[in-house]
T-cell receptor, first 113, second 113 residues
């Protein structure tokens, strides 16, 4: 069974630029999560989708972050414009349903200069 | 956002030694999970605990769900060099029609051969 795929693996941008990350969850997984992991900290949930609907985006900085999951499969997370403090690893995870075990992708490492 | 408290923050141990770490919260959780994260990778699930007082093993790893439902413990017996990494706990609880995961701050383990 293929795992959660993410791309790109690394990204370096300058502040005020835009960036987008892509996630392909495990086939058949209805729930998809985006986490932000700042160096030295645990993952922090940004947004949770159930199929193509948003279930929880309470910690998503909506003035600059947006995410979508069209057709209930792949998802993209966008930052526009980026700030220095957005430098982090962005992890995507998926699960069969929201009560089930989450499986994480390898993450996208973002550096904002 | 909320993060669970893990201790110790980091530890150096000799190969062959046993390791203990714990995770505490001011809130009750329905499920406790323990993950390991290697450099450049996403967290990988080690053990999941579903009932207060539950003790579960996975090879050399043993974890317990605290009876107060506010804490959990992970033990690694006879550590080996590949145990190096960051160990995260995560608590899961129902909220607003879904389930939310809160991660700990991590315990960084280094094993000296």
């Amino acid at each position: 069974e293929a795992g959660v795929a993410q791309s790109p693996r690394y990204k370096i941008i300058e502040k005020r630029q835009s960036v987008a990350f892509w996630c392909n969850p495990i086939s058949g997984h209805a729930t998809l999560y985006w986490y932000q992991q700042i160096l030295g900290q645990g993952p922090k949930l940004l947004i949770q989708f159930q199929n193509n609907g948003v279930v929880d985006d309470s910690q998503l900085p909506k003035d600059r972050f947006s995410a979508e999951r069209l057709k209930g499969v792949d998802s993209t997370l966008k930052i526009q414009p980026a700030k220095l403090e957005d430098s982090a690893v962005y992890l995507c995870a998926s699960s069969l349903m929201f009560v089930e075990t989450q499986y994480f992708g390898p993450g996208t490492r973002l550096l904002v200069l | 956002g909320q993060q669970l408290n893990q201790s110790p923050q980091s530890m150096f141990i000799q190969e062959g030694e046993d390791v203990s770490m714990n995770c505490t919260s001011s809130s009750i959780f329905n499920t406790w999970l323990w993950y390991k994260q290697d450099p450049g990778e996403g967290p990988v699930l080690l053990i999941a605990l579903y009932k207060a007082g539950e003790l579960t093993s996975n090879g050399r790893l043993t974890a317990q769900f605290g009876i107060t439902r506010k804490d959990s413990f992970l033990n690694i017996s006879a550590s080996i060099p590949s145990d190096v990494g960051i160990y995260f706990c995560a608590g899961q609880r129902p909220t607003s029609g879904t389930y939310k995961y809160i991660f700990g701050t991590g315990t960084r383990l280094k094993v000296l051969a």
